[in-house]
């Protein structure tokens, strides 16, 4: 599975965007890009995922270059309750591998 | 319609004792797969049942086993528990093999070993 990079912390206000970004730059053609955030230890939970092109759901948009090399994960309008670890994950086979993911912390 | 649910959600055992989790997945789901995960490691995958079957497998050694029903429902099971065995344990589920198949997780399962 392809490796990415992310930035261990990022703070970001309430109310405002939170942008996360994620290097995946030795992605290969059949590898998604799957977000999933985990709050405070509890289950892991699914955000997003794609393989080329933008993706948007009720949680979050997920813009993907065109050399798919980065994505990065957009939450709209952060809440508090946005505060959480976020992981980006290239996934080809089953299982997925995780990385320590972006700890995201919304201040008010 | 319901999540995963993990049981116990809590456990404490004492070194060498052996422990069965169990996962029961969203209803139609029927791949299942387990995670391991500590402060220094991370989250780390177990291994991934299908129709009954283990079918990946992660780096760890033959202490960890697990298994799955008919009702796609899922044990895992640790055999002479060490102190590093404390962690939270998730279980995730999809509709079927294949990375282009969403897992969606469990609460988990949180283990200490004394």
């Known amino acids: 599975d392809a490796k990415t990079t992310q930035p261990p912390s990022m703070d970001c206000a309430e109310g405002r965007a939170a942008n996360l970004p994620c290097n995946h730059s030795t992605i290969s053609g059949n590898e998604y890009v799957y977000w999933y955030r985990q709050i405070h230890s509890q289950g892991p939970q699914y955000i997003i995922h794609g393989l080329k092109n933008n993706e948007t759901n009720e949680m979050a948009s997920l813009i993907i270059t065109e050399d798919r090399k980065s994505s990065t994960l957009i939450l709209p309008h952060a809440t508090l309750r946005d505060t959480a670890v976020y992981y980006c994950?290239?996934?080809?086979?089953?299982?997925?591998?995780f990385g320590a993911g972006t700890r995201l912390t919304v201040k008010p | 319609k319901a999540g995963v649910t993990q049981t116990p959600r809590y456990l404490i055992k004492t070194r060498g004792q052996q422990v069965t989790l169990s996962c029961s997945p969203i209803s139609g789901h029927r791949s299942v797969s387990w995670y391991q995960q500590t402060p220094g490691q991370g989250l780390q995958f177990l291994f991934e049942y299908f129709s009954e079957t283990q079918r990946n497998k992660g780096n760890f050694p033959g202490r960890f086993s697990g298994r799955q029903f008919s009702n796609s429902r899922s044990e895992m099971n640790v055999s002479t528990l060490e102190l590093g065995d404390s962690a939270l344990y998730l279980c995730?589920?999809?509709?079927?093999?294949?990375?282009?198949?969403?897992?969606?997780f469990g609460p988990g399962t949180r283990l200490l070993v004394l």
């Open positions: 995730a589920s999809s509709l079927a093999q294949g990375y282009q198949e969403t897992q969606y």
């Open positions: 994950i290239v996934r080809y086979n089953n299982d997925m591998r």
